[in-house]
T-cell receptor, first 111, second 111 residues
Framework: GQSLEQPSEVTAVEGAIVQINCTYQTSGFYGLSWYQQHDGGAPTFLSYNALDGLEETGRFSSFLSRSDSYGYLLLQELQMKDSASYFCAVRDRTAGNKLTFGGGTRVLVKP | NAGVTQTPKFQVLKTGQSMTLQCAQDMNHNSMYWYRQDPGMGLRLIYYSASEGTTDKGEVPNGYNVSRLNKREFSLRLESAAPSQTSVYFC??????????FGSGTQLSVL
């Protein structure tokens, strides 16, 4: 089966940097994705890593280490609008297109 | 280009009633998914479909059935609703570059 672990909550102030870690266990890792979800809304795609290293998209970056079964999402120059839940997700090649999500990390940005 | 269209947005059922949640995507994606999300929780996979004519169980399939009617449409049916199925349901489709696109969700209450 698959399992993903991420912290439940993180609080930071505007302008700060937040790192959300995700560790996973899966028998046939294919790739790690990150999604953002505001209260009452649907999740939206942020980033995808299939290979080791850092992917940067504006203020958000995502990192993957396949050997450590670990990744993180880095939120820089935090803004109030970044207050949301963030989910990591893995696709398992041995389970076809099964895509499993972690429990989510709630990020609260304070003024 | 509507993306993923999910209906209805809200539904109240009595225990034992049945209903079908409809989902359609216009992005020509092969893979489609149904998730449920309970308050403050992550997304749990109910069923998924890798392509037209195929469906597979996810983490929490009990009490649900699905139909991949064609490439566009993937419906979720509750044959005999139970209070434990009170949740927000999201349909999603996956692009070839690993992005999941979500519908706006269905808030279901079973009394």
């Amino acid at each position: 089966g698959q399992s993903l672990e991420q912290p439940s909550e993180v609080t930071a102030v505007e302008g700060a940097i937040v790192q959300i870690n995700c560790t996973y266990q899966t028998s046939g890792f294919y790739g790690l994705s990150w999604y953002q979800q505001h209260d009452g809304g649907a999740p939206t795609f942020l980033s995808y890593n299939a290979l080791d290293g850092l992917e940067e998209t504006g203020r958000f970056s995502s990192f993957l280490s396949r050997s450590d079964s670990y990744g993180y999402l880095l939120l820089q120059e935090l803004q109030m609008k970044d207050s949301a839940s963030y989910f990591c997700a893995v696709r398992d090649r041995t389970a076809g297109n099964k895509l499993t999500f972690g429990g989510g990390t709630r990020v609260l940005v304070k003024p | 280009n509507a993306g993923v269209t999910q209906t209805p947005k809200f539904q109240v059922l009595k225990t034992g009633q049945s209903m079908t949640l409809q989902c359609a995507q216009d992005m020509n994606h092969n893979s489609m998914y149904w998730y449920r999300q309970d308050p403050g929780m992550g997304l749990r996979l109910i069923y998924y479909s890798a392509s037209e004519g195929t469906t597979d169980k996810g983490e929490v399939p009990n009490g649900y059935n699905v139909s991949r009617l064609n490439k566009r449409e993937f419906s979720l049916r509750l044959e005999s609703a139970a209070p434990s199925q009170t949740s927000v349901y999201f349909c999603a489709s996956r692009s070839e570059n690993e992005k999941l696109f979500f519908g706006s969700g269905t808030q279901l209450s079973v009394l």
